[in-house]
């Protein structure tokens, strides 16, 4: 089966930029989660979907930072204008339902921001 | 914020010797999970521990739990230069919505 699949895995773009990320989350799982990694802050959650639909968003940083799921089997987390300390990896994870189940990752997208 | 705090940060071994990895966390809890990061990698899920279990095995893998301490560890018995990755510790605080993570130990297994 394949995992969950993210794109582009590079990214290296001017400031002011608008920046999209996609995800595909594994086929059935109905959790889906965005998060970032830097050295100075670790993982931090973002935002998470159940069943497409946004749950918490307390982790988005500010409102130049938007995520969309409009279907099961995509979604995107878009920044708009994209500034230099929104560097980072951004990863997505999806998961099924139920309690104690484990996230699985994508390989990220790195983002570089000039 | 963080929910877990991992212990070392770094940790470097020869191989064959076993590592240790210690995880403290601040809340009531769930479960707790252990991710492994291979450099330039997603995390993956390596084993769950729930509240009222202290211990359990997978393969080289021992984690004990003790919830009186909030604090976890994961012993990775006969190293590889293979397990060489950044290690962290989630807590599940919320009916398994969201995990937590710590800041994580980058281990080093010296072939």
């Known amino acids: 089966d394949a995992g969950v699949i993210q794109s582009p895995r590079h990214e290296v773009t001017e400031m002011g930029q608008e920046v999209t990320l996609r995800c595909k989350p594994i086929?059935?799982?109905?959790?889906l989660f965005w998060y970032r990694q830097t050295m100075m802050r670790g993982l931090e959650l973002l935002i998470y979907f159940n069943n497409n639909v946004p749950i918490d968003d307390s982790g988005m940083p500010e409102d130049r930072f938007s995520a969309k799921m409009p279907n099961a089997s995509f979604s995107t987390l878009k920044i708009q204008p994209s500034e230099p300390r929104d560097s980072a990896v951004y990863f997505c994870a999806s998961r099924e339902t139920g309690g104690g189940q484990p996230q699985h990752f994508g390989d990220g997208t790195r983002l570089s921001i000039l | 914020s963080q929910q877990g705090e991992e212990d070392p940060q770094a940790l470097s071994i020869q191989e064959g010797e076993n590592a240790t990895m210690n995880c403290s966390y601040k809340t009531s809890i769930n479960n707790l999970q252990w991710y492994r990061q291979n450099s330039g990698r997603g995390l993956v899920h390596l084993i769950l521990i729930r509240s009222n279990e202290r211990e359990k095995h997978s393969g080289r893998l021992r984690v004990t739990l003790d919830t009186s301490k909030k604090s976890s560890s994961l012993l990775i018995t006969a190293s590889r230069a293979a397990d060489t990755a950044s290690y962290f510790c989630?807590?599940?605080?919320?009916?398994?919505?969201?995990?937590?993570f710590g800041g994580g130990t980058r281990l080093m297994v010296k072939p």
């Open positions: 086929s059935g799982h109905d959790y």
């Open positions: 989630a807590t599940d605080e919320n009916a398994g919505n969201m995990l937590t």
